[in-house]
């Protein structure tokens, strides 16, 4: 069933300890929407500048990924700096250019307004709430990401579209600052009471934690020998989280617990090269291999 | 099978955010035997001073501790004022009063010389290899806690007693500034170069990772609401952990494994209450209540 997935589709470049790139692309719906599709048909509502062409178009082809929502338009597309030290858990901004993102209005086509799930990757809440306001009816589940930046500063509207949401994504600092709790099972009782009733708290390099009204789950991120771009690892993950969630059609606890997997793995690859380029090469075997050694590796008898 | 552990016993004066308390019986030997003992007979081999009564005696009575090599000293015993913040992650210490801890040699009484399992934990390098040294014969296993302090200040002796040790118990840091690598892979190819074939790196609120030759395993830490005191925890994690393994008495990965669901089990109970309070009053239901929860969140079926 198709999963409907708005945010960024951007141009980064990178700079950590594994190489310098320029030009890579980057931007959360194409992390998403890569990774989501391997589970799932994901329909993409994003935008685009003139640099945007042929090339980064193929990226998505031969993949249940429908661009119908992708706008383009004169200009730039988004254009992202950032570099990441040893520790790579953090990015550090150098440059951020708008663009035509700067201009965004989310435009649904016909075809997306009757999706039955929904992600809102991060961009601005007034943004996420005029695509819910665009759909037909309401979608079966609705998720959301979100940073520090609209925890900060629009505050009203994200609690606004909050009220909606099923499953909030988002790591920990992001967490405390919306609910200023620091335990996380604190955290996750002021989140409910804002409207989600899903929290998936994302903590990079250790895993990620899963707090539902049926109980909790925590996996560790598959242990890597080399990360060379942790760049999207976030999205990567949402998207083969919501992706499997998409396909199985329930949020039973037991699918959630797999669906946190199978985002697990998919991040796990998007790691080892820089931007998409892992996932855009990335077999079905290797999938499999890689699931099958986590599994063995979590599974203690 | 009987565990051998080395290592401080003390009073601390503790603040956290859930309160304050002074003279609370602390030190890694005393964490770790409350919590090894569950599990299997544990020998301990420290120092206290006059100021050690019969108040602190009453704590090891009634388990499978055998005290008699526990020195006693004129003087006062080993003391240490520390204070947390809301990151409950990192104590700041205010005073290390080391008393008769500084003048601390090993003597192992007879019956301790043949001890199956041997757990150094966290004192000067050159008095760990002489408890090594005074063994009748080579344990089945040993087991060795460092920190910081050691890696940076007496890396000869480290390394030295590293070469006997089978089973290294490290936190993130002190594991990468042991071997000079940040990614924990690589981290342990360096640690089995040094002597020992199985690392286990502890993360705090973020549990552990085990590494051994047969396969890899992470385990969150239990989640919970209120966390009194994290001081002990790690030790209280390697006396479940070992305490576990000697009364296997194998070495399995499977064991392994179930040994550090154990080991964070007993320390998630610690974490509860100031010093070792909550250990001392745990139940075996309580125990096995909270087994059953922990197995029931990690399974996904």
Known sequence: MSLLAVGSVAFDDLETPSGKRENVLGGSASHFSLSASRFTPVQVVAVVGEDFGPEQYRVFEGRPIDLAGLQRRPGLSFHWKGEYGVDLNEARTLETHLNVFAGFKPDLPPSYRTAPYLFLGNIEPSLQLEVVRQMDKRPIWIALDTMNFWIDGARGPLLDVLKMIDILLVNEAEARSLTGERNLLKVYQKVQALGP?????????????????????????????????????????????????????????????????????????????????????????????????????????
């Open 197 to 301: 009733s899903i929290l998936v708290v994302k903590r990079g390099e250790y895993g990620m934690l899963l707090l539902t009204p049926g109980g909790c789950f925590a996996a560790p991120a598959f242990p890597l020998e080399e990360v060379q771009d942790p760049t999207g690892a976030g999205d990567t993950f949402a998207g083969g989280f919501l992706g499997y969630l998409a396909a199985a059609g329930n949020l039973d606890l037991g699918t959630l617990k797999r669906a946190a997997l199978a985002g697990t793995i998919m991040a796990s690859f998007a790691v080892e090269a820089f931007g998409t380029e892992r996932l855009q090469g990335l077999t079905e075997d290797a999938y499999q291999a890689r699931c099958a050694a986590f599994e063995a590796m979590l599974h203690f008898g």
